[in-house]
């Protein structure tokens, strides 16, 4: 039919259905689809919130491939015997394959008994604790953890230990991912080496030793089980206070391991009988051991790789460092020994001094005792704190928490400076030092005069023995290295190695007479005085260095100049000083071991030295990372001996003195032992050189010196100058130290002589005079009138004097003997500034 004019005619297009835009509307229109995808999307955006608050900023759990537990640093002494640790958290660091397998089923069992199934969630486990949380939610009470291992790893590692929902949140996310990125013996061994399980014990290989002295494979059953209750909350099962608590645990936790399977029914019933076992609180080794050394070892440490593990990889206190230092153990304890020895035996006889320190009354006496660290020195005397007077006796704690009574009579000494007995002295608090005599508590005294000593390899500059002080418990400073004092005559070789290399020599005749010089107008005319007041006339210089006249160093300082001498002191290390002459007596401040080391580098024929405590530092992996000796050796690490001579390090030490000058003093300060203000050590029969010093007041006295192979230098004073007395001097107090020392130090070592460098020539001279002999010999008596003494090339004397006239002086000496003269002084005698 055709279509009439003017009408419209309208068409619509329909696709036909299956295409993807249709299904979608298809399904969209459903009302169940668009619930699905709204909830989906709520899902989604809930899953982003949780990241947004929660897992964002969570560490990457590939960052415990690489993590590093915080260990102590080890420290050895020269021979690798170890000596001590700087630790915070006592942790021993081991491998999965190092644990028993027992040990590592009571922990299962204990803590996570589905580890090795779980994907690091325990849904069931966390389900209760959730349950538990809600109940006990605005009570106060904490809900149980409900924690796995992998998610207590977390917690320790990396989260923190927040009591909060988010933190739970945060530690299972991770969790997640540590065992995606972990095998589960890798999270065991973190778990293991980490946990803290009390008594400062961080990691179970530490905490066997600290419960049980034993290692984890030394345990028994039960020992493992306890062990594994402590996670959660040692201080609920401490042995001292939880006992029948903390069997209970144990006793169910061997329980579970029978359920497990892993134990027999036998063994479980053997293992509940067993008592706990724990030994007392294990402390660590007594730091008094070459304490002072220690410290100094610590502080150069810290200086060189930082304290704690802010300061990079390698922190003293978790960095896990091995160190090798150069303390030798015996000539450690040989120097502590002497030093105290000589502090006591100078101190002995003027009374007590009052106690070492007070404690407030109440409280346990002995933890209080313990956490005072109060040394006293000898190993036979104890640390006790008066708990109790009645009568004639008081009652003492010690630090182990026994106690003791002391008689009246066993304190009798008088206080110092008061005078009465000291027993009427003490109060209840008073910490005081007791030594146990035929089974009776006596009162001992910490001397209140000190001192500091340090030995010396003078070949390689490492300190071999270190003491600053009467006890480093005490107090940490280190007079060795810390305390500056006048070393006095002890300084007067080095006025001499100047006028040496000035042109004198050991036979250079010197006037030991008045000297005076004018200093300025305020401070007028300066005279200076020998200790004994007179004057020799004219000495050679080896006699003025061998009984130490003041008159002949002043004199020789002023003819070869103060500028010289103190450069000298400041090349040689001793310190820096103005060019006054009182310096070359000795005035200016040093430590002993500025002294001991110039010393040493005499004895090392004027080559440098610098004093080393520590050989060579190692990393956690054993990489060594500083080494003090860092000269290079072609060689040395061969696998096999090549054929040819041993390969040695190439020596880079500088000249720092003449060789010659410094063979020269080493020979004149031999005459000082032999026949000059130390003689009391030449009875050791080696080889030795040194020289006494003291200082004015006398406040002060010294010996610095040794022999070939060792070095050692020793001082006593009060920390606050005051005068020891007059009758102080470094021959009667300082030399019987320094020999008490070397007959224990050098007791094994070889007999040598001091080597000669080449160039110089041995003469025979006066020892007198100072002039050349022909037709006599030296011979075996240390005052013999012939002697052998050291020149330098084209500088020997030049005078003679005849066999005859030597007999002849001799014969008039012995008449005279009786006879007082002013130039015969004693041997022993000491000058002072």
Known sequence: MATPPGSETRFRLRREAGGILDAIRGAWSRRWVRFLVVLAGIGMLGLLAIWLLFARGLPSAETLLSYEPPLPTNVRALDGTPVHSYARERRVELSFDEYPKMLIDAYISAEDKTFFEHGGIDFPGLAGAMIDYASKLGSGERARGGSTITQQVAKNLLVGDEYSVSRKIREAILAYRIESALSKKQILELYLNQIFLGRNAYGVQSAARAYFDKDVHELTLPQMAYLAILPKAPS?????????????????VMGQMRENGFITAAQLAAATAEPLGTVNRVLPPRDDVGGYFMEEVRRELIGRFGESADAGPHSVYSGGLWVR????????????VALRDGLVRYDQGKGWSGPIKKLEPGGDWGRKLSAARVGVGFANWRAAVVTGKAGNSATLTFADGTTGTMPSWAAAAPKRGVGGHAFDFLRVGDVIAVRRDNGTWTLRNIPSVSG??????????????????????????????????????????????????????PASIIVDGPFCVYQSARLGRKCFRNFSGGNAGPQTMRWGVEQSRNLMTVRAASQTGMARIVRTAKTMGIGEYPAGLAISLGAGDTTVLKLTNAYAMLANNGKELKPTIIDYVQDRRGKVIFRSDTRPCEGCNAADWNGKPMPRPLLRTKQLMDPLTAYQVVHILEGVVQRGTATGLRDLGRPLFGKTGTSSGPTNVWFVGGSADLVAGVYLGYDQPSSLGGYAQGGTIAVPIFKQFATVAMKDMPVVPFKAPAG?????????SGRRVFGAWPGSDPKSAVIWEAFKPESEP??????????????????????????????AEEGIY
């Open 798 to 827: 030049r005078r003679t004097i005849r066999r005859e006239e030597i007999v002849k002086r001799s014969r008039e000496a012995i008449r005279a003997r009786e006879r007082p003269r002013d130039s015969d002084f004693l041997a």
């Open 325 to 336: 230092t150069s303390l030798d153990p015996a000539i450690q304890k040989a120097a502590e």
């Open 452 to 505: 500091g000593m340090v030995a010396e390899n003078p070949h390689t500059g490492q300190v071999l023995a270190m003491q600053g002080g009467f006890d480093a418990r005490g107090a940490s400073f280190n007079r060795a290295t810390q305390a500056l004092r006048q070393p006095g005559s002890t300084f007067k070789p080095f006025v001499y190695a100047a006028a040496l290399d000035g042109g004198m020599t």
């Open 760 to 768: 110089i020539r041995m003469v025979r001279i006066d020892r007198r």
């Open 236 to 252: 609920n099962y401490t042995p001292e206070r939880h006992t029948p608590r903390a069997l209970e645990r144990r006793n169910w």
